[in-house]
């Protein structure tokens, strides 16, 4: 038996879920840490309470959106079964797993663009949004200090498309795209919050990086564009593609922000 079937077997669920996450937590400090020590924008230290609320929101925003999606995406399942023709899931079921998996990860990404950009354009959820945007020295922790109601809406609009065309379900075949659409998404994002000044020339029309999402959370007239979390196209796409040369002179969010309070250190705007 192995040591995590052993501690499977010993241990409730929630608690291999915060073993698990701490040990990513691990590899990620071990990965980033010394290169954003090295590549990054020299800056003065968090204070012990800041960085216990971003610890604190990534426990919470890794454990809490996968109980809170479980019920509406298995009604959004239902709901494409009955709605949609049966011709449109029979010919998403009938394709290769490599096709499934790139149109999951391409459809997950435009939905997952609209639910960040109506998140900030949608005065409701920009209050929930706006936890986000509210560190002013971006660093890979960053990626998790999401309230947990902006990632379930955010996670519905790129998950519902995916179980409404049957490229998503329970069964394990179904769930390649999400699982996939998740791990890309959380991955890349600790990568383009983390605080490292490169640049990857050319590359930077295909994917995101650290300078096009730094833009993002610039403190004033551009934290209204480069929405996607991986595809830039999408952003020249629906005109909100901003990248020049130069880095943001700050981040943050103006002062007169109003956020939806979890940790007071985190959230001071409002």
Request: hydrophobic share 50%; proline share 7%; charged share 10%.
């Amino acid at each position: 038996m192995s040591l995590l079937q052993t501690l499977q077997t010993h241990l409730p669920g929630l608690a291999v879920d915060v073993l698990r996450l701490s040990l990513w937590l691990v590899l990620l400090a071990i990965i980033f840490v010394p290169l954003e020590r090295y590549f990054g924008e020299r800056h003065a230290g968090r204070s012990r309470t800041e960085l216990a609320s971003d610890l604190g929101f990534y426990f919470i925003s890794s454990l809490l959106p996968a109980v809170l999606l479980a019920a509406p995406l298995a009604l959004v399942a239902i709901a494409g079964q009955r709605l949609l023709p049966d011709a449109l899931p029979a010919a998403m079921t009938a394709l290769p797993l490599w096709a499934k998996l790139l149109l999951g990860l391409l459809i997950g990404e435009v939905g997952t663009y609209w639910g960040h950009r109506l998140s900030h354009e949608v005065p409701w959820l920009w209050r929930y949004h706006a936890v986000h945007h509210s560190t002013e020295q971006l660093y890979f922790l960053a990626n998790t200090r999401t309230h947990p109601v902006d990632m379930v809406v955010t996670r519905l609009f790129g998950l519902t498309p995916l179980y409404l065309l049957g490229l998503a379900g329970p069964n394990a075949a179904g769930s390649a795209a999400p699982v996939l659409l998740l791990l890309i998404g959380t991955v890349w994002g600790f990568f383009i919050h983390a605080n490292l000044r490169w640049r990857f020339g050319p590359l930077e029309w295909l994917v995101a990086t650290p300078a096009f999402h730094h833009w993002h959370h610039s403190k004033f007239e551009h934290i209204n564009r480069n929405y996607a979390s991986t595809l830039p196209v999408l952003d020249r796409l629906f005109g909100t593609y901003h990248l020049p040369p130069e880095w943001p002179a700050s981040c943050g969010m103006p002062a007169h922000t109003t956020t939806v309070k979890i940790f007071p250190a985190a959230t001071s705007w409002g």
